[in-house]
Structure formats: C-alpha cells, structure tokens
C-alpha cells in the first residue's frame, strides 16, 4: 500500500480529507442560517470560517506536493494524487464563492425558491461529504470508491432536476430582468458544488481501476 511506505503523506491527506468534510458542515450551516435569520453575526462567522478551511486546504496540497516530490515516490502515483486534490479542493472553492455571493451582492431570495434552495444545499453538502470518503477510500478500502461514487452521482442527478426547476422558478418571478439573471448565476454555481463532486469521484474510479496508489 501507498500509506505503508509514507506516513507523513498519510497524515496530511486524512487532515486534508477532514477539513473538506468541516466545510462541508459550514457550508450547510452558514447557508441555513442565512435563509432563517438573513446576515448575522452567526453567518459572517461561518463565511471567514470556510475562507479559512480552504486557505488550511491549500496549505496542506503544497505540502503533500513538497513531500511526494521530495520521497522515491512513482511519478504514476504522485500524479493521480496530486489530480485528486486539485479536484477535491474545488469543492470547498465553490461552497466558499456561493457564501461570499450571498455576502457581497446582498441577496435576497424570493420565498418561492427558498425551500428549493435549502434542499439544494443540501444535497450539495452531502455529496462533499460522500466525495471526501470516495478520495480517502483510493487509499484503504477500494471496494468502497465504487459504491460511493454511486451515490454521489445520484446526488448530482438531484441537483441538477432541483437547480433546473429553481431557475425556471426564477424566470417567472416578477423582478427586474438583471436580478434574474444575478439569481440564475447564482444558482448555477450552487449546482457547481455537486458537479465537483462528481469529477472528483469520477477520477478517484480511474486511479482505483488502475491500482498505482
């Protein structure tokens, strides 16, 4: 096995993994509250919180790099790592950028679309859950990436029927065209959370078929 012959990289990536699953939570949380209480100090806090598990995330990724780079590691191996943590830290890329949306262009959601919305975070979160368990499972229990991945996609077919339905939820609303089109962008990069999900997943099938890690 890989981790038997690298502890350090072993460490790092469980850490990696758990941060992405701690996102995932604050994303849920901080997009929960929003839609109960609007902006509060509750929701400024989980947004700087998930800034700084990304900014954590990224830390890590150099880290791993400098370790695989610095140790008799198989390039095959070193480059399907590497490809699955570029992936993976889309994730919490895209759930950082739909908070910071929310913050800096003052959104407001009409009530027809907020049930909706909150099922698609959701849903989007849980798919980052069962996306962190798929990439860990490359490494110890490869049995398991399969059924995972499946999940995820079955995930990912929801949030795209929920992302379509808001949208044309969106276009019948009686506002001005632009704040249509703020809301329809919006929602796109909601729907992009469970998308990354999927990609990560997707090559965390191929490295597992392959059997280099």
């Known amino acids: 096995m890989f981790f038997s012959r690298q502890k350090k990289i ?5 850490e990696y993994i758990k941060l992405l699953k701690t996102s ?3 994303f849920r949380l901080g997009f929960s509250v929003f839609l109960a209480d609007g902006f509060n100090d509750e929701f400024s806090a989980l947004v700087a919180g998930t800034h700084e598990i990304e900014s954590k995330m ?15 590691i198989l390039p095959e191996s070193r480059g399907d790592i590497l490809r699955l943590i570029e992936l993976a830290e889309k994730i919490p890329g895209f759930m950082q950028s739909v908070l910071f949306e929310i913050q800096t262009c ?3 959601f009409p009530k027809v679309i907020s049930g909706d919305l ?6 989007s ?5 069962y996306a ?12 398991k990436v399969f059924e ?3 999940k995820i996609d079955q995930i990912e077919s929801r949030c795209d029927i929920l992302e379509r339905n808001i949208i044309s939820s969106v276009f019948k609303l009686s506002v001005d065209s632009g704040n249509k089109v703020l809301l329809k962008y919006f929602v796109e990069r909601l729907g992009a959370v469970s998308d990354s999900c999927e990609h990560l997943s997707d090559l965390s099938v191929i490295v597992s078929v392959k059997g280099q890690i």
């Open 10 to 14: 072993e460490v790092l990536i469980n």
């Open 24 to 26: 995932a939570a604050s």
């Open 58 to 72: 990224d830390s890590i990724k150099r880290e791993v790099a400098y370790e695989m780079y610095s140790k008799t």
């Open 106 to 108: 003052d959104l407001r």
């Open 118 to 123: 909150s099922r698609l975070a959701d849903e």
């Open 125 to 129: 979160s849980n798919a980052a859950e």
């Open 132 to 143: 962190a368990d798929c990439f860990l499972s490359v490494f110890s229990k490869k049995e």
């Open 148 to 150: 995972l991945a499946e």
